[in-house]
């Protein structure tokens, strides 16, 4: 069984930084790709970003390109460093992983191709 878990949100300020970290345990796959996703009250699971096994192909939202960084992978730990963080950020995100057999530079945003999530972390950015 293949368990991820989401540390590192909390209270921050507007114009802030965040750093989120996702860890992978259990057997997984011989290539897997991430990504990151948040949920805010009342709204749908929106994707964030997300990385493929090789780490060369990154692909964000618009709404947090330019801001959002996603490196990492389920080997050594997935991240999402969050800077100028906005109100509008505020969020449960959500760290999942997609098994692969040998797509190396598969990415995805959608959401429902990710074949387990990890629990959650709440991230609060205060106005």
């Known amino acids: 069984q293949v368990q991820l878990a989401e540390t590192g949100g909390g209270l921050v300020q507007a114009g802030g930084s965040m750093t989120l970290s996702c860890t992978v345990s259990?057997?997984?796959?011989?290539?897997?790709?991430m990504g990151w996703f948040r949920q805010a009250p009342g709204k749908e699971r929106e994707f964030v970003a997300a990385?493929?096994?090789?780490?060369?192909?990154t692909i964000y939202a618009d709404s947090v390109k330019g801001r959002f960084t996603i490196s990492g992978g389920h080997a050594n730990g997935l991240y999402l460093q969050m800077n100028s963080l906005k109100p509008e950020d505020t969020a449960v995100y959500y760290c999942g992983a997609k098994m692969l057999e040998g797509y190396w530079n598969y990415v995805t945003e959608k959401r429902n191709e990710y074949d387990y999530w990890g629990p959650g972390t709440q991230v609060t950015v205060s106005s």
């Open positions: 990385i493929s096994w090789s780490g060369t192909k």
């Open positions: 259990g057997e997984t796959s011989s290539s897997v790709a």
